[in-house]
């Protein structure tokens, strides 16, 4: 079973000027492309074939380092692209702000950590808002990890992440990653993330 590029339920204009057009047109066209046809080619006509994402996930210590890149790869652009939305949705609400709050004791705390855990993966990666135990954390992954891997520091189900590779924001915000981790709030589709949240 061949996994496929996901459509974007956006144009690559829309979320400007927080991510410009051009950098959400390499970024889906080239980079989340390459990652789904390498993770085809790497599970093709191996057992691996028959697996859901997830499970892949769940075993990728086990698994080729190219499953562990590329499926990573595949998963996290898909969830990245569907947690942003053009002019983002309201703030959370409901019981997904309450779980919010319950963990991190309110918005903006978790907003601090969330932009810190981004700011400060050294090198490419993401950070995540991750479900774990019926609570909520926030962590970070190198490369193209992800909490669902059981190979993560910190393992359970991310309902919204940042890429913070150099690809997702260099051509409009250079080097000045921070700008680009505080524009992501502009973004955010809350009511995608309680979704994730809900299960
Ligand atoms: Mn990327």
Redo the contacts with the bound molecule.
């Keep these: 079973m061949a996994f496929e590029l996901s459509k974007l339920g956006y144009d690559y204009t829309a979320l400007e000027p927080h991510i410009d057009a051009r950098t959400m047109e390499i970024?889906h066209t080239k980079?989340?492309a390459a990652?789904t046809s390498n993770l085809n080619a790497a599970i093709t006509g191996t057992t691996m074939d028959t697996k859901t994402i997830e499970e892949l996930m769940a075993g990728i210590s086990a698994l080729p380092v190219a499953v562990r890149n590329n499926g990573g790869?595949f998963y996290?652009?898909n969830l990245?692209w569907d947690v942003i939305a053009p002019g983002g949705s309201p703030k959370p609400e409901g019981v997904l702000l309450s779980a919010i709050n319950d963990s991190f004791g309110s918005l903006q705390n978790f907003q601090e950590a969330f932009t810190k855990a981004a700011v400060t993966r050294f090198g490419s990666g993401w950070a995540w808002l991750v479900l774990q135990n019926n609570k909520l954390v926030v962590s970070s992954t190198p490369n193209?990890d992800n909490p669902l891997m059981d190979v993560a520091e910190v393992q359970g189900t991310p309902i919204l992440g940042i890429?913070v590779?150099e690809?997702?924001y260099y051509l409009n915000y250079q080097n000045r990653r921070p700008d680009y981790v505080n524009a992501f709030w502009n973004l955010i589709n809350w009511d995608e993330v309680a979704r994730r949240f809900k299960g």
């Design positions: 970024h980079h989340h990652y790869g996290n652009h990245y193209q890429d590779w690809h997702a």
